[in-house]
Nanobody
Framework: QVQLVESGGGLVQAGGSLRLSCAASGRTFSRYAMGWFRQAPGKEREFVAVISWNGGRRNYADFVKGRFTISRDNAKNTVYLQMNSLKPEDTAVYYC????????????????????WGQGTQVTVSS
């Protein structure tokens, strides 16, 4: 069982930055690929970014490439999402999720790939 707790959301002006954190419980964090998804009101949950168990592979949605960076610290059981050049359309609840893929370079980009989810953190970007 893995519990995930996101933090770092808030209100920011367009062009600003936020860093989201996701702290995981348990001693097997390093066996999971970690992803970030987001969901805006009335829309489907969508993939944002994912990082493999050791950080060797990172994938991003096209709409965040060059603006967002995913990273992880396995010693701290934490995954991060640095978000720069934020736009009003980035407004959503952001969720982190864990996908059990020990020592695999492959990563998943759909919600059904993931085993555990956090409760989400709200990000609001004003214009």
């Amino acid at each position: 069982q893995v519990q995930l707790v996101e933090s770092g959301g808030g209100l920011v002006q367009a062009g600003g930055s936020l860093r989201l954190s996701c702290a995981a419980s348990g001693r097997t964090f390093s066996r999971y690929a970690m992803g970030w998804f987001r969901q805006a009101p009335g829309k489907e949950r969508e993939f944002v970014a994912v990082i493999s168990w050791n950080g060797g592979r990172r994938n991003y949605a096209d709409f965040v490439k060059g603006r967002f960076t995913i990273s992880r610290d396995n010693a701290k059981n934490t995954v991060y999402l640095q978000m720069n050049s934020l736009k009003p359309e980035d407004t959503a609840v952001y969720y982190c999720a864990a996908d059990y893929r020990p020592w695999e370079d492959s990563v998943g980009t759909t919600p059904s790939d993931y085993d555990y989810w956090g409760q989400g953190t709200q990000v609001t970007v004003s214009s």
